[in-house]
């Protein structure tokens, strides 16, 4: 029987493997068989830990947004005040920890992390109250800047720190669009 830390040493060389993998050749190309070579295991040892590649890209999937909503339950929303210490701050430093893997689920089609994950903003932010516009579409537009501010940011070479990420987020929740890119009337 596997021990937990050789177990856990397997996954994080699958993980790798994966990403490389789909970096460089997509989801959809991407075989077990390059996978365990990549990960310099045996095929079989990645069928100890995974059914295939789609039971695999669930679990690495599974296991961000769990952490993700763990961070949005256990810290506060943010408001006037937000610092690092609320949700979306809590949410930055996570994600830069998990920087490579996130930008692979973020950017795979075969990924339904976007869509889950906006999910979870959605719960956050809440309700619109007093929109001038439907607040299904004010929603929307406000769940879809997080994600689109989130994968510009991680997509960035190199890629800004949290902190300085986080620190641009918040200003840019203030601005209008004229602001945002110094149009004057």
């Known amino acids: 029987m596997e021990t ?17 993998l ?61 610092t690092t210490t609320d949700a979306f701050g809590k949410l930055f430093t996570y994600l830069y920890r998990q920087r490579q893997l996130a930008v692979v689920l973020l950017n795979s089609p075969a990924s339904q992390l ?3 994950v906006k999910t979870l903003i959605l719960t956050v932010i809440g309700p619109a109250t007093a929109s001038p516009i ?7 537009l406000v769940a879809q800047g997080i994600l689109d501010f989130v994968g510009n940011w991680l997509g960035q070479e190199p890629v800004p720190s949290s902190e300085q990420a986080y620190t641009l987020f918040k200003q ?14």
């Open 4 to 20: 937990d830390a050789k177990r856990l040493v397997t996954e994080v060389k699958i993980q790798r493997a994966f990403i490389q």
């Open 134 to 140: 439907s607040p299904a579409i004010a929603r929307e």
């Open 22 to 82: 789909v970096t460089t050749v997509g989801f959809d190309r991407l075989t077990v068989q390059q996978l365990s070579q990549t990960a310099h295991i045996n095929r079989g040892t990645f069928y100890l830990h995974y059914l295939d590649k789609y039971d695999l890209l669930t679990h690495l999937e599974n296991d961000l947004v769990a952490q993700v909503q763990e961070i949005f339950q256990r810290y506060p929303k943010p408001g006037t005040g937000a």
């Open 172 to 185: 840019t929740r203030s601005l209008s669009p004229q602001q945002l890119l110094g149009v004057t009337e």
């Open 114 to 116: 976007r869509g889950r």
